[in-house]
């Protein structure tokens, strides 16, 4: 079997329901507002793959800066697969983000020796998703945590311009454009803590996932800072919420955070890699990565 009966094409708006159902095919359950999200990041590079009418595959590369893309979504619907139709997107990635240095993850060990085989070589660090209902009687309210030297406040009381500032000297890469979508699209939660000269030492943001609340990111200076923000944050949620963290395996303050919580349930743990280096993000401050797909 070939993929000569295959066209490979820009994704449209209206292609997501039927990307959001292949990933649902695939447990990865992926809403349409989500993936819409991760399309406007970048529409010029979200490809689908369709047969007639059908799509039978995605896969996207998030450029988001001139140095730095993303590589994501690679998804090549059952049936269709080794027909050479994630090959055919790769391609196109490839295409589209040029000269930059890429990033992408790895799912299994399948997956690892395939993305360096093809030049990602350089291996970062791991993250996991793991996901739990917080035992809200166990909680200490946020005040008892919370000692003088910071505050926390929600993203209406700061420049926006601060924290895309801050997120920038952790990530090391600006990422003004990717933060204004993410933490202002339709049911995001993002609360901001600042220190007593008014600099930010941290942020959160949660979004709403299949009906469980993604925390993408939780980023601080410390673990009192990160604790703080993210109890700020359960309080917010309905109490059945269920929680998904994103822990970088690497910070074991992040991990524990995740146990301390209740938030245990391991759904997947990816590998990050690059093709020509490796981002030195500041892991130890990453107490939960901003997508699945990214930092
Ligand atoms: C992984 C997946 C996307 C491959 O799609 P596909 O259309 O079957 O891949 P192709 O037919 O183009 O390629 C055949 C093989 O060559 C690999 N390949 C793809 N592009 C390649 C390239 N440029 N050079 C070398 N190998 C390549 C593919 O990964 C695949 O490996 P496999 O043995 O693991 O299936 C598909 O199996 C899938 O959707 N799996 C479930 C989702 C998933 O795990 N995605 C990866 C997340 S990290």
């Not at 000569?4 to 990307?19: F, G, L, Q, R």
């Not at 988001?64 to 590589?71: C, I, V």
């Not at 399948?110 to 360096?116: A, G, L, S």
């Not at 955070?257 to 349930?265: C, D, E, P, T, V």
């Amino acid at each position: 079997m070939t993929s000569s009966d295959v066209k490979v094409h820009i994704a449209t708006k209206e292609d997501m329901k039927a990307v959001s159902a292949l990933t649902v095919e695939e447990e990865w359950n992926y809403p349409v507002d989500y993936i819409e999200t991760l399309r406007l990041l970048d529409p010029e590079g979200f490809f689908v793959a369709k047969k007639g009418d059908e799509i039978v595959g995605t896969g996207m590369a998030i450029n988001l800066n001139d140095d730095f893309a993303y590589f994501a979504m690679s998804l090549t619907k059952k049936g269709h697969r080794k027909q050479g139709i994630q090959r055919r997107i790769f391609q196109e990635r490839f295409k589209h983000a040029g000269n930059r240095n890429i990033g992408i993850n790895s799912i299994d060990e399948r997956r690892q020796e395939v993305n360096t085989e093809i030049g990602f070589k350089l291996i970062s660090y791991q993250v996991s998703c793991v996901r739990g209902l917080v035992d809200r009687d166990a909680l200490p309210s946020v005040g008892t945590l919370q000692s003088s030297n910071f505050k926390i406040l929600p993203l209406s009381s700061v420049s926006f311009d601060s924290v895309v500032n801050y997120d920038a000297n952790v990530v090391t890469f600006h990422r003004g454009y990717f933060l204004e979508l993410w933490c202002k699209s339709t049911g995001c939660v993002t609360f901001v803590s600042v220190n007593e000269n008014g600099d930010i030492v941290g942020y959160v943001n949660a979004r709403p996932f299949m009906g469980d609340f993604a925390v993408v990111p939780l980023i601080a200076d410390n673990t009192e800072i990160a604790e703080s923000l993210f109890l700020t944050l359960i309080h917010h949620l309905p109490d059945d919420a269920f929680v998904k963290l994103h822990p970088v395996v690497q910070n074991l303050a992040a991990v524990e955070l995740a146990k301390k919580y209740n938030i245990q349930g391991l759904v997947y743990t990816i590998t990050c890699h690059f093709n020509k280096n490796i981002i030195p993000v500041k892991l130890d401050k990453v107490f939960s990565v901003s997508t699945p797909e990214a930092i």
